[in-house]
């Protein structure tokens, strides 16, 4: 079996910042990914907001990072994780094979919960966001639905209405959000709230343009056009791999201390998939190269 220093699985923007600063401390690293190099990244129209580059596609971002990682040699294989079994040397199983590491770097992100709505899919990307500070730029001077009733649904909400012309916030009961961000969005005059009422399906052609509706109390239908629809009703880290381990918080987030350490020796967080205040691409990355850093440390303990 190949033994490696570090095995960083996940090649987002987390895991694929952690590979090249494990690379460049002297480590050899394998970087495990199961879909395509970028995470999230690569389902995102454009990032505007990643210092140093200006607006530029997701997918195109991705391609520059993972061509980072391959310029400096970072070893990367296609594999879908699905055990990790800790001791001194830690096993790390794939769907089709086994590697040992002194490390692990879990940087495996999340992906937003869905609502199970006809055209979900088909508009993913292309009309439906789950990211307002990303994707409410799209959006300036249009009408927009915001999906959710908690907290960072109406947080999101109230940053949309500085930028469309009208955002609806549909919520499918009441609003769970605290009374603070609920008052807040009655000082804006282009925030309207639909409560008791779900999306049965997304309309539209090439690109979206509307929503069919149904109020869960009367079942009475209606349908609302809008240009885009924010969609906040929960992401769900991908850790069902650590379930075993007691690292996870109670929404399964893995809990780390500021060096990205787990309660397990040897075993990194980073990235979205930790609990935090603010997931984007820059913490992902910040969080990414500590966990490296840390790691390297423990591996020089080791000897
Ligand atoms: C629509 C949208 C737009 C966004 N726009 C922006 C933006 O403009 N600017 C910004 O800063 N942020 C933006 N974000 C947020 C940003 O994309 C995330 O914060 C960032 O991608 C998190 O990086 P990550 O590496 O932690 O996780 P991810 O990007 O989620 O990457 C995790 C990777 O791990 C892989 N993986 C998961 N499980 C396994 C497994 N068991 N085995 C192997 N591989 C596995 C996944 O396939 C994935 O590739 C956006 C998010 C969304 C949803």
């Known amino acids: ?78 594999g879908e994780v699905i055990d990790i079994i800790d001791g001194e040397s830690k096993i790390v199983k794939t769907t089709d094979a086994e590697y040992e590491a002194t490390a692990i770097i879990i940087a495996t992100g999340t992906v937003p919960r869905a609502l199970g709505a006809i055209n979900e899919d088909r508009f993913a990307g292309n009309g439906i966001s789950w990211c307002a500070i990303c994707d409410g730029p799209l959006y300036k001077e249009k ?61 539209g052609e090439a690109t979206l343009t509307g929503a069919k509706l149904i109020n869960n109390v009367t079942k009475e239908k209606s349908e609302i056009s809008v240009d885009g629809v924010f969609i906040f009703v929960g992401f769900i880290p991908k850790t069902d791999i650590l379930s075993k381990f007691e690292i996870l918080d109670s929404a399964g987030y893995i809990e780390t201390n500021e060096f990205m350490e787990t309660k397990i020796k040897g075993i990194y967080g980073a990235g979205d998939v930790i609990v935090k205040h603010l997931r984007q691409i820059a913490t992902a990355i910040n969080d990414g190269a500590i966990a490296a850093m840390q790691a390297g440390k423990y591996i020089e303990d080791q000897k």
Not at 6 to 12: E, H, K, M, P, R
Not at 161 to 186: D, F, M, P, Q
Request: charged residues 20%; proline residues 1%; glycine residues 12%.
């Open 143 to 203: 009408d927009v639905l915001v999906i959710g009733g908690g907290n960072s649904a109406i947080e999101e909400a109230i940053y949309l209405a500085g930028l469309a012309k009208s955002v609806t916030i549909l919520a499918r009961k009441t609003l769970r959000a605290s009374n603070s961000y609920i008052e807040k969005t009655e000082k804006y005059d282009n925030i309207s709230i639909i409560k008791d009422t779900s999306v049965e399906e997304f309309v």
């Open 1 to 78: 079996m190949n033994k490696y220093d570090v095995i960083v699985v996940g090649a987002g923007p987390a895991g694929m910042n952690a590979a090249i600063y494990a690379n460049r401390a002297g480590l050899s690293v394998l970087m495990l990914e199961k879909g395509a190099p970028g995470g999230q990244m690569v389902n995102t129209a454009e990032v505007e907001n990643y210092i140093g580059l200006g607006k530029l596609g997701g997918a195109d971002l991705a391609l520059k990072m993972f061509n980072h990682t391959q310029s400096l040699g970072v070893e990367y294989k296609y």
